[in-house]
């Protein structure tokens, strides 16, 4: 008896679940990884000798993290308190909204990074005036730094907005708010100690999707002539055979270490732990 | 503490306040100038044929030439089929990690992994499933060898609308699983204590009390993945070279191929596709009205 | 606490990307040296020095083994001392053209001061005003039909069609179009692209036209052999790249003699693989060089194509296996290094479209390859 309920008890279907899904996902880095290895049965790893041979390799992932982890920040900024005023005050905004946030898919890549190009590499004129307020964006580093960080956030929109969306649906806002505010708390003390930290394993999943989305592109990167990691892959990798294969796989554990840390950093995942 | 008492809006009275509004308008400018302006030109180019004239024939293509409605009805297909599967497979992981009782651990692993795995698409992505499944693949290799099946003559092919969403599941499910994650830790432990103690068994658990409640959460994840394998080009071109002619596929021929097209019908084309999310997504806001009843 | 933990968390997190994206150094490149070279004629040292002033070069879709532009650019950088702007490696004609009408009013670095394109894209650019008329100091050397006479555009380099083959997984290799049709090759070839946009994947159809009894002037037979391939199961959907011919998926490729060329110096005898150039259907295919219109580093530009066009450009184009537009001329003069030479594979017969017979052949093989190859996947009613 006792061990017929200790077999209840135990998640025998979530392993099942867990170990097809686990294979299913593995088998093909697996195929990946045994390429990339057999270049030249003396030395297995030459693929990824030559790839790290080269200085840029470093100087472009870590440029692109940068930038990941600004486009996350402002996606936070912005996108949380929207999801949060239309949850509890303008439900009327919510279809349109979700209908902006899921614009990004149909919008091919290519033709909003032309769009960001025509619109911001004319200056900025004071109206009916001369007067030039700002260097067109395209013309400085931190001008075309804010451009693509915008299409980032663009990109990243539909992912950061659902995640959040759901993990704000999963909590009482509005409970939370009026006793928030029946204690005397301002909005912006509400936003960022109350409805944030209720919502960090929702952050946390739209964060590493926006990471990954970031640190992988490259249509928007490459025509606004910034050095990130996803056009230095592709110059480097087009034509090759294995360092592709190499350079894939390296790409894939180095933005799982990173998104690791990103967990680490923001102290775990998951409100009320256990649930049932 | 002079503040003013918060009128929480009950439903039914609509409110015109536009000082309301302002709450939304940071989001909405920022979509307006980084998301509009720029592709405004989707919109003018598509009224326009390859000589500059204004015209609606590239609109009137896009229900009178048989390969753009069946593009559609392709996109369709594969975005509708991947959206499920890679839903329900997507959930059930989720579940295996939160509710279903495995190591603490696991769910990390499998939250990170998933991350990086949603956005693991485009020649990559093709590149590693041939070198699995492909001819001359691994897998391929040990059924062949070990198991004496030949995955090939029995009639499997990887190049097919099957072995495409085969492929596209590998950044659907991660997606289902760090969207739905979330939502299942918001069940919470008192409501199965409750049922159980009013005598339900785990079905009826399920069918009653939590999959109502997770409901919503899974449409709104569906709608994405929907969108997400409806824009997805990368990848099916990488592995079908065109063969399986999806919207994506012939907006890209028309766009940026190498040869002189009608950049219009592109860009019509690419309004169609909005025009498609726009009604997927009143299907959508249709389904979870109804669902939503459930909570409150 | 936790909260506001986190709170201070997110705010130095924030600090410190602002700190950093304020910081980014610019893309990392030395000083410019004074010039190195100290070129004989005066209107070339005036624009080495005009170039200079301007500082960079922005270039669109030169991916580095192709014609082996990697060495190129190094030795241009190096030589004059002028930073390069690479822009998306990747890019098709009409990505190139596209970015050149986005830029119109960009002076910055995203505006492309040169590009590579398809020969039908020469004269289609000079229609529209997008590009600008230089004349080379070599111009009388390279052949008047693959050029424009006033100057707007000018082939670079060319390739003939061939087989790339993976020896280790078949040994048996193809030495003519009619020969992929052995059932010996049941799922072994791919195109390298898709032949309703790709160039490339066009003209391969083209070729095999020539082969097939057709003319430059009648694509048909292309259409008709390519249909056969595919009912045959020897053509498979997959778009070819080297990494698949490696592995063994696509042991047959269908690509430019140069980028069969450099795949294979690239393996590096793993696998084994060699290039057929077929023996009959030898289809030429030109690239033409323009800069744009809206150029924000024109004097750049034209130093650039004083550089690709002198011999040292074209030799090391010639590197990488390309056969540039002015062989002729410099194989008559001798200045053509012997080993190179050798390695250059014999091409003769190798037949030049006009623009003319290009454009209706594109246009017959692209409307009607879906009909051809059967490959309408139709969606379920």
Request: include cysteine; glycine fraction near 8%.
């Amino acid at each position: 008896m006792n061990f017929w309920s200790r077999l209840r008890r135990f998640p025998l279907w979530s392993w099942i679940w867990f170990i097809i899904g686990g294979l299913y996902f593995v088998l093909p880095l697996l195929a990946t990884f045994e390429f990339s290895l057999s270049w030249d049965p003396e030395i297995p790893f030459k693929a990824y000798q030559r790839a790290f041979e080269d200085n840029d390799f470093w100087e472009t992932f870590i440029y692109s993290n940068i930038l990941a982890l600004a486009t996350i920040v402002v996606s936070i900024i912005l996108i949380v308190p929207t999801a949060y005023w239309i949850r509890l005050r303008l439900p009327e905004a919510r279809r349109l909204v979700e209908f902006i946030t899921l614009m990004p898919f149909v919008v091919p890549a290519i033709i909003l990074v032309f769009g960001l190009i025509r619109i911001y590499s004319s200056p900025f004129n004071i109206p009916f005036t001369d007067i030039r307020l700002m260097q067109p964006l395209t013309n400085f580093k931190a001008g075309t730094n804010i451009l693509i960080v915008a299409g980032y956030m663009v990109l990243a929109m539909p992912y950061m907005y659902r995640s959040v969306d759901t993990g704000m649906r999963t909590v009482d806002i509005r409970t939370l708010t009026e006793a928030a505010q029946s204690l005397g708390a301002n909005w912006y003390t509400i936003v960022t100690k109350i409805i944030l930290p209720n919502i960090r394993s929702a952050l946390l999943s739209g964060a590493l999707l926006t990471f990954a989305i970031v640190v992988g592109e490259v249509t928007l990167a490459s025509f606004l002539g910034v050095d990130a990691f996803g056009p230095y892959l592709f110059l480097l990798g087009q034509h090759r055979a294995y360092e592709p294969a190499a350079l894939s796989f390296v790409s894939f554990l180095l933005t799982w270490l990173a998104m690791g840390l990103i967990q680490l950093f923001t102290g775990g995942q998951g409100q009320a732990a256990g649930a049932h | 503490m002079a503040q003013t008492a918060i009128q929480l809006k009950s439903s039914g009275t609509a409110t015109t306040n536009w000082r309301v509004w302002l709450g939304v308008a940071p989001f909405l400018l920022f979509a307006f100038l980084f998301l509009f302006l720029p592709s405004l030109r989707l919109f003018t180019a598509s009224f326009t044929d390859s000589d500059g004239n204004f015209t609606l024939s590239n609109i009137i293509q896009l229900f009178s030439e048989p390969f753009i409605v069946n593009a559609y009805k392709l996109s369709i297909q594969i975005s509708a089929v991947t959206a499920v599967g890679g839903g329900i497979l997507g959930f059930l992981m989720a579940y295996a990690v939160t509710v279903g009782g495995l190591p603490r651990s696991l769910r990390s692993v499998l939250i990170t992994f998933s991350g990086v795995a949603s956005n693991f698409a485009g020649v990559p992505l093709a590149f590693a499933f041939v070198a699995t499944l492909g001819r001359q693949g691994f897998i391929t290799h040990i059924l062949r060898d070990y198991l004496g099946v030949n995955i090939y003559d029995a009639g499997f092919n990887l190049y097919s609308f099957a072995g495409l969403s085969l492929v596209y599941m590998y950044f659907q499910f991660p997606l289902m699983v760090l969207i739905m994650a979330p939502a299942l830790d918001g069940l919470k432990r008192e409501w199965r204590e409750a049922a159980e103690n009013l005598g339900a068994t785990t079905t009826q658990y399920w069918l009653r009390v939590a999959l109502p409640v997770l409901l919503p959460s899974i449409l709104g994840a569906m709608i994405l993945l929907f969108g997400n394998a409806f824009g997805a080009y990368a990848t099916a071109y990488a592995l079908t070279g065109g063969r399986i002619g999806i919207v994506t596929i012939q907006i890209g021929a028309q766009i940026r191929g190498d040869v002189l097209y009608n950049p219009g019908l592109g860009y019509a084309m690419a309004i169609g596709m909005v025009v498609i999310m726009a009604v997927s997504l009143a299907g959508y806001s249709w389904l979870q009205a109804k669902t939503e009843r459930w909570l409150r | 606490m936790k909260p506001r933990k986190s709170l201070i968390n997110l705010f130095s997190l924030l600090l410190l990307v602002s700190i950093a994206l304020a910081a980014c150094a610019p893309a990392a490149t030395e000083a410019p040296p004074a010039a190195t070279d100290a070129p004989a004629s005066d209107p070339m040292s005036d624009l080495v020095a005009a170039a200079q002033a301007e500082g960079m070069l922005t270039t669109i879709a030169l991916p580095h083994d192709w014609c082996n532009y990697g060495e190129v650019i190094e030795t241009f950088k190096a030589k004059y001392g002028l930073e390069v702007n690479e822009l998306n490696p990747d890019a098709g004609s009409a990505d190139e053209i596209e970015a050149i009408k986005a830029n119109k009013d960009n002076t910055g670095p995203q505006a492309p001061d040169v590009i590579d394109v398809g020969f039908s894209f020469g004269e289609s650019s000079k229609a529209e005003g997008l590009i600008q008329p230089y004349k080379v100091s070599t111009w009388d050397s390279i052949p008047a039909d693959a050029k424009d006479p006033d100057g707007y555009w000018y082939g670079d380099y060319y390739g003939v069609l061939s087989f790339l083959v993976n020896t280790d997984v078949q040994p048996d290799v193809p030495q003519d179009w009619a020969d992929l049709l052995d059932p010996k090759y049941n799922g072994q070839i791919a195109l390298s692209g898709d032949p309703r946009a790709s160039n490339q994947a066009i003209q391969s159809v083209y070729a095999a036209a020539l082969a097939n009894g057709g003319s430059l002037d009648n694509a048909q037979p292309g259409l008709d052999f390519f249909a056969d391939l595919n009912a045959a199961g020897n053509l498979i959907p997959l778009i070819a790249n080297n990494g698949l011919v490696a592995t063994g998926e696509i042991p047959i490729r269908i690509t430019w003699d140069y980028n069969a060329l450099a795949a294979i110096d690239t393996f590096e005898g793993n696998p084994n693989a060699t290039v057929v150039v077929p023996a009959s259907g030898r289809f030429a295919g030109v690239y033409v060089q323009a800069i744009s219109a809206y150029a924000p580093h024109p004097n750049a530009a034209k130093l650039w194509m004083e550089f690709l066009y002198s011999d040292e450009g074209q030799t090391l184009w010639m590197k990488g296996y390309c056969h540039p537009i002015r062989e002729a001329d410099m194989r008559a003069r001798g200045v053509i290094p012997a080993d190179l030479l050798a390695k250059l594979p014999d091409v003769s017969g190798a037949v030049f479209p006009s623009l003319a017979q290009l454009n209706a052949a594109a246009e017959l093989i692209t409307t009607n390859w879906d009909a051809a190859v059967g490959a309408d996947v139709q969606a379920a009613p």
